[in-house]
């Protein structure tokens, strides 16, 4: 009997809470702001699903209704993409140790 | 690009997401994390453009609307200041939320663009999937979007509450899942809709009641509501990457959201279902503030820190908003001429979001390591000279510790009143947010410094 794809990602999911649970433990206290940030800039990696929407092919134009929310979805992820990743650069490079 | 190479490229973009969050375990490693990450996002994008290899004009827009994108983020990036991190997280939230209500939508519409069959025919895992995405996604972007006005202070901070609140919220939460029941069996667009309509509805409902400073667990509560968005429509799109991504933040936001509640000995449901400030405590509290306190002026605390051997700065939410941590290095830096030694203890729900106030201390030059947690420091109070208390007010109450009639009675505090002395910046005696009475005001080594946090501080610097 064939094992539905489902299952596999499925298993991936799980496995990647567990990964994820031991990783933020991790995480020291003093960078919690900027985890908060990044994790907000990684998980709109959800462009991906715009970027499908936004270059599907339609019969009639590129701005099909399906295509529009596409290209709104777009928009925003990015805005998050680059703000996440760079204001998390920015306070990243504040964290100084003691000079000696 | 066929289909397992792409799946391949998402996997590697999934543990390059895995080693960002790595990285954040200490501040050395933590900048190259963040290369990862971005290096993750690159091959996701780049990988997805291939992998459609429509290189039509759909291309040209995809690209400007990216930058479009692009730039408003960069832009906010550099302008927002350190004290607006909390409503900036929250914002941003809030459009993560709202790009997995449109991607749900589009695939919803059409479904063939992705592979899940055909309109009015969507497959029905998918369909499960998706409109599951789209109400935690709605849900995030409500919800977050009340969470910002709160912050940004557009919105009074106060809990909103009516009565039978929590069984409409119930209601509503039953009701998407048999919207979602009987759109599997019927397909009809209009149940669609209405599952993202009531989840929005909801979102705004379940972020009301609660207060301003349980704000912590709420932006961290969206956190993870996001990353499980994300994770829906990760199973939607067959996508690793997302579901990979989606785990991670999910499960991050629920870890942090239960530091926090652990913070503040609350359980999760206690915050969730209203806050603290519901409760009416003014009473109780006038006829206490009749009792005497010690009220001191700059020159006092400068005398009092300069002939200090040890100090130990207390910030707090006061700090964010008088702006003052960069006042509050000024004095750190002459007090360390005069030879005294000066660390910093930072309570888990002290400021607006987890790790607010090492961010701000870290803008204002603070190098890291004189920065305490709780548990690290918490001892170091008894063989202290000075705790200098600023903007920070219910987690210094002794009261946690000593009265078990106390709504805060087993919350962790800083042991700030086991120090010589401790001058308590504050403009006046009113209580924190809990409500309650700080009796840590009322005691013999206690000196207030009645003033605005960051004009105090300037004082003390200049008869330093």
Avoid at chain 2, 60 to 65: A, G, K, N, P, R
Avoid at chain 2, 353 to 380: C, K, R, S
Avoid at chain 2, 426 to 443: E, H, Q, V, W
């Amino acid at each position: 009997m064939e094992i539905d794809p489902f299952i596999f990602r499925l298993s991936i999911f799980i496995l990647s809470i567990f990964v994820g649970y031991y990783v933020v433990w991790s995480v020291t206290p003093s960078l919690h702001t900027p985890l908060m940030s990044v994790t907000n800039a990684i998980s709109s990696v959800i462009i991906v699903g715009a970027i499908i929407a936004a270059l599907s092919d339609s019969s009639e134009s590129i701005f099909d209704t399906s295509n529009i929310y596409g290209f709104l979805a777009i928009v925003l992820a990015a805005v998050n993409i680059f703000g996440g990743f760079l204001v998390t650069q920015r306070m990243l490079q504040m964290y100084k140790k003691k000079k000696k | 690009m066929s289909a397992n190479l792409s799946a391949l490229f998402y996997l590697v973009s999934g543990i390059l997401f895995i080693l960002a969050l790595r990285g954040l375990s200490s501040p050395e490693t933590s900048r190259q994390g963040n290369y990862f990450g971005i290096a993750g996002m690159v091959i996701s994008i780049i990988v997805t453009f291939l992998s459609v290899g429509n290189f039509g004009p759909g291309l040209i827009y995809v690209l400007i609307f990216l930058i479009i994108g692009g730039s408003i983020g960069a832009f906010i990036a550099f302008r927002i200041p350190m004290t607006a991190m909390p409503e900036l997280v929250a914002g941003f939230h809030s459009l993560v939320g709202l790009a997995a209500v449109f991607v749900a939508i589009s695939a919803f519409l059409k479904p063939e663009a992705f592979g899940l069959g055909f309109v009015d025919q969507i497959k029905l895992a998918s369909l499960i999937e998706m409109s599951l995405g789209a109400a935690i996604g709605a849900i995030t972007f409500s919800g977050s979007i009340i969470a910002f006005l709160k912050l940004k202070g557009i919105m009074s901070g106060a809990p909103i509450t009516f009565k039978g609140q929590h069984l409409i919220n119930l209601f509503l939460g039953l009701t998407i899942i048999f919207l979602i029941y009987f759109l599997c069996r019927s397909q009809s667009s209009n149940l669609f809709w209405s599952i993202i309509l009531i989840s929005f509805i909801l979102g705004v409902l379940l972020i009301i009641p609660i207060g301003g400073a349980d704000m912590p667990v709420v932006i961290s509560m969206l956190n993870s509501y996001s990353g499980w968005a994300a994770a829906g429509i990760g199973f939607t799109l067959e996508n690793t990457a997302l579901i990979i991504t989606g785990a991670l933040v999910g499960s991050s936001g629920a870890i942090l959201s239960y530091i926090m509640c652990k913070g503040m000995n609350r359980s999760f449901f206690n915050v969730i279902l209203g806050g603290w400030g519901a409760t009416d405590q003014t009473s109780s509290s006038k006829s206490k503030e009749q009792k005497p306190v010690k009220n001191g002026n700059a020159d006092d605390a400068a005398f009092l820190m300069k002939n200090a051997s040890s100090v130990i700065i207390v910030p707090g939410y006061g700090m964010a908003v008088a702006q003052a941590q960069h006042a509050l290095r000024e004095m750190v830096d002459s007090l360390k001429k005069n030879g005294v030694k000066v660390s910093y203890a930072i309570h888990p729900v002290a400021g607006r979001m987890p790790g607010h106030m090492n961010v701000l201390l870290a803008e204002a030059n603070v190098p890291y390591d004189e920065v305490f947690e709780l548990e690290e420091i918490n001892n170091d109070f008894a063989n202290c000279d000075v705790a200098y208390v600023i903007g920070a007010n219910d987690v210094t109450n002794p009261v946690a510790k000593s009265d078990p009639q106390s709504p805060i009675y087993g919350m962790p505090v800083l042991d700030v009143e086991k120090s010589k002395s401790v001058l308590f910046v504050k403009r006046s005696l009113s209580p924190g947010y809990a409500g309650i009475d700080n009796d840590l005001f009322y005691r013999d080594n206690t000196l207030m410094l009645f003033a605005d946090a960051k004009k105090m501080t300037e004082e003390i610097v200049k008869s330093l």
